[in-house]
């Protein structure tokens, strides 16, 4: 039987603060929830309908709890569940560890969370296993970035850096996504670059403007004003990845 003071404590990861302090985040959903299953994360406990924990249940692992779907609406951040909800465990990763051998998507203040998670889970589709984050992105661990990514965070690496440290311990070229670059069509780099992407609002910061080897645009065929940093993400990707 699930307790009020995990139910209590299932509610607090909805905020920053409570996420923070516990080190553990929430993940909801059936794919969400069978991808963090099969990942290497550690499951704190697992929530969920009685058909879900019999068809996912693993022997030996996390402690599983069989609740009523209207239950699993109130401890979330979903209008309707009728699956499950996890407690995981945070993973930390150090700027360290970054892979300097492949393109580098770099978010300057993305800071709206189903963005980030978009972003996660279209780098995850063209094989990019990283994405390094500036001051003022939306949080890797915020409900709303986890379940936009569907499944893809337990494949990335999200390193959080201060921006001029990261930009004076690499050598990469920088390119910065922006209306008036240069088109991609007619770049193809032989070695890893870093490419930036900003806010829709700000564009990209102070600090990434002096870093800046040139600016990048997709090529426009109609009459919109601009592009959700997301979709920009997804051409750009696939033109790196192709060319």
């Known amino acids: 039987m699930l307790s009020r003071k995990d139910q209590k404590f299932i509610k607090s990861l909805k905020v920053k603060k409570y996420r923070t302090r ?39 692992s996390h402690r599983n709890e069989i609740v009523k779907p209207d239950l699993l609406e109130q401890l979330g951040t979903f209008k309707t569940n009728e699956d499950a909800i996890a407690v995981a465990r945070m993973k930390e990763w150090n700027g360290h560890q970054i892979n ?70 690499n050598n990469l070229p920088v390119f ?22 900003g806010s829709e609002s700000h564009g990209v910061g102070d600090t990434t403007r002096k870093n800046i080897s040139d600016y990048l645009s997709i090529p426009k065929f109609g009459n919109a004003e601009s592009l959700n940093v997301g979709i920009a993400t997804g051409i750009l990707a696939a033109h790196f990845r192709m060319s």
Not at 29 to 45: M, R
Request: hydrophobic content about 40%; charged content about 25%; proline content about 3%.
């Open 22 to 60: 516990e080190k553990c985040f929430l993940v909801e959903g059936a794919k969400n929830v069978q991808e963090l299953i099969n990942s290497d994360y550690k499951i704190e406990f697992l929530v969920g309908s009685e058909s879900f924990i019999s068809q996912n249940l693993k022997s030996g």
């Open 100 to 169: 300097f051998d492949d393109h580098i998507f770099l978010l300057d203040g993305v800071g709206d969370p189903g963005n980030v998670g978009t972003i996660i889970r279209t780098l995850d589709w063209f094989g990019f296993d990283q994405v390094v984050c500036s001051e003022g992105c939306a949080e890797f661990y915020h409900p709303k970035v986890i379940n936009s990514t569907m499944g893809s965070f337990t494949r990335m690496k999200v390193f959080n850096v201060d921006i001029s440290e990261f930009y004076s311990q």
């Open 176 to 197: 910065a996504a922006d209306m008036s670059g240069k088109s991609i069509k007619d770049f193809k780099p032989e070695h890893p670059v870093v490419i930036v992407l």
